[in-house]
């Protein structure tokens, strides 16, 4: 590799079970279970990384972790809003059944097409794709060049991993992001040519 090439490595982790159970919790801000803060301290145990810095979600099930891991590594802690969920909007807080009771029909297209289909008041897939990646470029600019963890959702590792494979959006449904799950993406900068993406992994805790 050139010289001229500096790498970004971004170390994606996704929060672990919350204390609600299995609801539609986009934009819910729920606390993590014993379970689920357990599932992401297991998930970086054996962590070998020089992180330089922790991003993390402002919702509750990923900052907790994010800043009792920052206060133990003293590393510096920034919060990014972009990072949060899609919104669910009429759907936050409800189970499947709820909704299936109330709008079976809706709910089974959104399941089929998500990037055509957008919950009732909730946030549609194409802008909520570009907000993950308009953050991405911004934390590019800001910290380029560093290994950073970022703290966040299922949703927003699927929009991330689409950027950087050149998905389809309509292809993000069929990526599994289980809790405490971990993925590392590089990001290889060149003066000469535009930056270059590349999943590394993505592998449960």
Same mark, same amino acid.
């Given at each position: 590799?050139?010289?001229?090439?500096?790498?970004?490595?971004?170390?994606?982790?996704?929060?672990?079970?919350?204390?609600?159970?299995d609801?539609?919790?986009?934009?819910?801000?729920?606390?993590?279970?014993?379970?689920?803060?357990?599932q992401?301290?297991?998930a970086? !145990? @054996? /962590? =070998?990384?020089?992180?330089?810095?922790?991003?993390s979600?402002?919702?509750? *099930?990923?900052?907790?972790?994010? %800043? $009792?891991?920052?206060?133990?590594?003293?590393?510096?802690?920034?919060?990014?809003?972009?990072?949060?969920?899609?919104?669910?909007?009429?759907?936050?807080?409800?189970?499947?059944?709820?909704?299936?009771?109330?709008s079976?029909?809706?709910?089974?297209?959104?399941?089929?097409?998500? !990037? @055509? /289909? =957008?919950p009732?008041?909730?946030?549609?897939?194409?802008?909520?794709?570009q *907000?993950?990646?308009?953050?991405? %470029? $911004?934390?590019?600019?800001?910290?380029?060049?560093?290994?950073?963890l970022?703290?966040?959702?299922?949703?927003?590792?699927?929009?991330?991993?689409?950027?950087?494979?050149q998905m389809?959006?309509?292809?993000?449904?069929?990526?599994?992001?289980p809790?405490?799950?971990?993925?590392?993406?590089?990001?290889?900068h060149?003066?000469?040519?535009?930056?270059?993406?590349q999943?590394?992994?993505?592998?449960?805790?």
């Amino acid at each position: 590799m050139s010289s001229r090439v500096s790498v970004t490595t971004l170390d994606l982790l996704r929060h672990g079970a919350c204390a609600d159970g299995d609801i539609f919790r986009g934009r819910t801000d729920s606390l993590l279970s014993q379970v689920g803060l357990q599932q992401m301290r297991q998930a970086i !145990e @054996n /962590n =070998t990384s020089e992180w330089k810095a922790i991003i993390s979600s402002p919702l509750k *099930r990923c900052l907790q972790f994010s %800043q $009792q891991l920052a206060d133990q590594q003293k590393l510096p802690l920034a919060i990014e809003a972009d990072f949060q969920e899609i919104s669910f909007g009429d759907w936050e807080g409800l189970v499947t059944e709820e909704i299936e009771a109330d709008s079976g029909k809706q709910l089974e297209a959104y399941w089929l097409d998500r !990037e @055509n /289909n =957008t919950p009732p008041n909730g946030e549609a897939l194409v802008d909520f794709h570009q *907000r993950t990646f308009s953050a991405l %470029q $911004q934390l590019l600019k800001q910290r380029r060049g560093a290994h950073q963890l970022i703290v966040t959702h299922g949703g927003v590792i699927r929009s991330l991993i689409a950027h950087a494979l050149q998905m389809p959006l309509k292809a993000m449904q069929h990526i599994d992001v289980p809790y405490a799950c971990r993925t590392q993406i590089k990001v290889f900068h060149s003066p000469d040519h535009p930056d270059w993406m590349q999943l590394m992994h993505h592998r449960p805790y």
